[in-house]
């Protein structure tokens, strides 16, 4: 999916097309029938990459079976986790494959109208979308009687407001309609009663992205790569204590030491691994036991642990990170982003981040521990929608593979890691321009400052990851310092 970005120009179509793009959606046109695209998808074990592995030709043959004239096709790229820019990476340097694979979808299930749902805060995916789309158009390849055939595709571009929760499904159809981004009750499920209660397909901008090449390519070259459960590759984006930060696309399957140690070049200074966390807010924490660097990064292997592939973010933690600080992090990203629909996930995650918070200032009690694993129990059961389901994910995992340091802020009343002053990177104000760059490249969003003003970095925020440093073109921000 990534073989384009960055080495092709993204807004010249002649150039996607002769590296082959297109040729999976003409033949998809004039070769194959609807049940066939369903089947060949279905076939190649596509499962969906916004998180759920939802088998993708299922989704797709389930809309194509419903009976009504109008189907919408949905793209999901509100990528709303911290520190997670995959969706970002193929809509800015790679848009056409989206719009292919989209365009591949509504062949399949006898839809005419696609919409790409895009947070605001990726202004340039937005316009080099808007871009692909004009110059697809002007080919010939969206409007009315594509290449002299009877289908006609449009596509949309909607801008979200940067709601967390508008990643769901349903908040999200609901976005698009002019109404507030908010879950519904399922069934009945999106491909029956999507947007504007017709038969809708939604899948992420990653997903869609895969659809060009399983039709180019064919289902035993897709079945080639990762696993047989869950076949082809996954971007993620590496972040965190790790040497190696960024954006990469492994097969499915491979293992988080070779991910961490192998790719991401291990933890710097010499520090120990200590744990991953997958998936972001609706993700679980990994352990840099033999056990979990061997595991594979996949689907059902995730699952197995209570963890989960979510968006595909990885931040790597090392033995200076405090496992309950985490956790309380996370929690309180998704209690802030909570809708609010549901009692479980409105008045849950808020009385969970106060046992947190209590916590982490060494104020606990043994009961607290208690209470905030009955509380993740019953949320996980009855929230709405899949993000309040998931949300206690990080709070479980770190119960489970991180208990000794829970009972060090509830019975030792003194958590060593927490209580030492962390180093981190200064910026020296007499240097900093105030153009932004440290801010916006920061993944924990540990940087407040405004345009042309002094920046600073939050200590309690800051991972030291060095991505401020690198990113800084004034060499304004001095490294982290141990004391």
């Not at 998809?28 to 998180?51: H, N, P, Q, V």
């Not at 789309?133 to 080919?139: F, G, L, P, V």
Request: net charge negative.
């Amino acid at each position: 999916m990534l073989e384009n970005c960055g080495t092709s120009d993204a807004e010249d179509i002649e150039e996607y097309i002769a590296k082959g793009g297109y040729a999976g959606f003409e033949k998809a046109l004039f070769e194959m029938t609807d049940e066939e695209i369903c089947k060949d998808i279905t076939d190649s074990g596509l499962r969906g990459r916004g998180g759920g592995g939802f088998p993708a030709g299922r989704k797709w043959d389930g809309a194509r079976r419903q009976k009504s004239d109008v189907k919408y096709i949905v793209c999901n790229g509100d990528e709303g986790d911290p520190g997670a820019f995959m969706d970002r990476s193929i809509m800015e340097g790679n848009p056409h494959s989206v719009l292919e694979g989209m365009m591949i979808a509504g062949l399949a299930v006898g839809s005419r109208e696609g919409y790409i749902y895009v947070r605001a805060e990726y202004p340039l995916a937005v316009s080099r979308l808007k871009a692909a789309i004009a110059k697809a158009e002007e080919y010939g390849l969206l409007g009315e009687r594509i290449m002299g055939s009877d289908f006609s595709f449009r596509i949309h571009v909607n801008r979200g407001a940067g709601a967390f929760v508008c990643g769901e499904g349903s908040a999200l159809t609901a976005s698009i309609e002019g109404k507030r981004g908010m879950p519904r009750v399922k069934p009945p499920r999106t491909i029956e009663h999507g947007l504007w209660a017709q038969p809708t397909v939604l899948n992420n901008v990653e997903t869609f992205a895969n659809v060009p090449l399983i039709i180019r390519n064919g289902v035993d070259w897709y079945h080639a790569i990762g696993t047989k459960t869950s076949p082809g590759t996954k971007a993620f984006a590496l972040t965190g204590n790790v040497v190696n930060t960024g954006l990469i696309e492994v097969p499915m399957g491979t293992t988080i030491q070779e991910v961490v140690f192998d790719i991401g070049g291990g933890i710097p200074g010499g520090k120990k691994f200590k744990a991953v966390q997958i998936g972001g807010p609706s993700g679980g924490a990994v352990t840099g036991s033999a056990e979990h660097l061997d595991l594979p990064l996949d689907f059902d292997s995730l699952k197995s642990i209570g963890a989960m592939i979510g968006s595909g973010g990885l931040v790597v933690m090392d033995e200076d990170t405090c496992m309950v600080e985490t956790a309380r992090f996370f929690m309180e990203f998704t209690q802030k982003e909570s809708c609010g629909k549901c009692v479980p996930c409105r008045e849950g995650t808020k009385r969970m981040l106060e046992i947190l918070n209590r916590i982490v200032a060494n104020k606990g009690t043994m009961e607290d521990l208690d209470l905030l694993e009955e509380l993740a129990d019953t949320i996980t059961n009855t929230a709405l929608c899949g993000l309040g389901q998931s949300a206690c994910k990080p709070v479980q995992s770190t119960l489970k593979y991180f208990r000794d340091e829970y009972l060090r802020h509830v019975v030792d009343h003194h958590c060593p890691i927490c209580n030492r002053e962390k180093p981190h990177p200064v910026i020296r104000a007499e240097a900093c321009k105030g153009c932004g760059k440290c801010r916006k490249n920061c993944p924990m969003e540990a940087i407040d400052g405004a345009v042309k003003k002094v920046h600073v970095i939050d200590p309690e925020k800051c991972i030291n990851c060095g991505a401020c440093v690198s990113n800084c073109p004034f060499g304004a921000i001095d490294p982290a310092k141990e004391g």
